[in-house]
């Protein structure tokens, strides 16, 4: 079946240090979404990429979705304590089912 | 608006106990779904409702069964809990695009 993969799975960052996590799809996707969840709380949804090389930015975040859109990256600049908890990419072959990778936890140290 | 709501929050069962998960929202989404979150394995489908009167399979549908009852509610049964069913339970909906997820339910089963 189809697998997204997510690195790194874990990342601790100093506040105002960069961050990126890479999610790699096995197989082609129709869209991705990325979504952000704190400790103890739920996923929240983030933004959807839909276009082959699509790039979106949210202030300090920037999110990519590959050419051959089967990757994507998420990068957070200057990172705040904020930024703090797990980054899931899940990816949406066209069917309504999601598959979400594995995630990327971030810790944020002032 | 509530958003997405799911009651109980924490419950304990024994094995082979059943237990119905409930679920609602009231943004007047289509779509409804039900994931398990394990540590380090991510989000995991484990049924979805596309649109009220429709269910079906997600990735581990094993061991449970679901009830789309309206528009609204969307239902999650174990009908004899195992411990390998120990997990937090989210319920999502959505439109199109993202999903948006309600609190979670954290299961254990002894």
Redesign the interface.
């Known amino acids: 079946?189809q697998q997204v993969m997510?690195i790194p799975?874990y990342q601790h960052v100093q506040e105002g240090e960069d961050f990126t996590t890479y999610c790699n799809s096995s197989t082609t996707l129709s869209n991705i979404?990325w979504y952000k969840q704190r400790p103890g709380?739920?996923?929240?949804?983030?933004?959807?990429l839909v276009k082959s090389g699509e790039v979106k930015k949210q202030k300090r975040l920037t999110f990519q979705f590959g050419e051959a859109k089967k990757n994507s990256s998420l990068h957070i600049t200057a990172t705040q304590t904020t930024d703090v908890g797990t980054y899931?990419c899940?990816g949406n072959t066209g069917f309504?089912?999601?598959?979400?990778?594995?995630?990327t936890r971030l810790l944020v140290s002032p | 608006n509530a958003g997405v709501t799911q009651t109980p929050k924490f419950q304990v069962l024994k094995t082979g106990q059943s237990m119905t998960l409930q679920c609602a929202q009231d943004m007047n989404h289509n779509s409804m779904y039900w994931y398990r979150q394990d540590p380090g394995m991510g989000l995991r489908l484990i049924y979805y409702s596309a649109s009220e009167g429709t269910t079906d399979k997600g990735e581990v549908p094993n061991g449970y069964n679901v009830s789309r009852l309206n528009k609204r509610e969307f239902s999650l049964r174990l009908e004899s809990a195992a411990p390998s069913q120990t997990s937090v339970y989210f319920c999502a909906s959505s439109l199109a695009g993202g999903q948006y997820f309600g609190p979670g339910t954290r299961l254990t089963v002894t």
């Open positions: 079946g997510q799975q979404q709380g739920h996923p929240v949804f983030l933004i959807q899931f899940a309504q089912k999601l598959v979400f990778g594995t995630g």
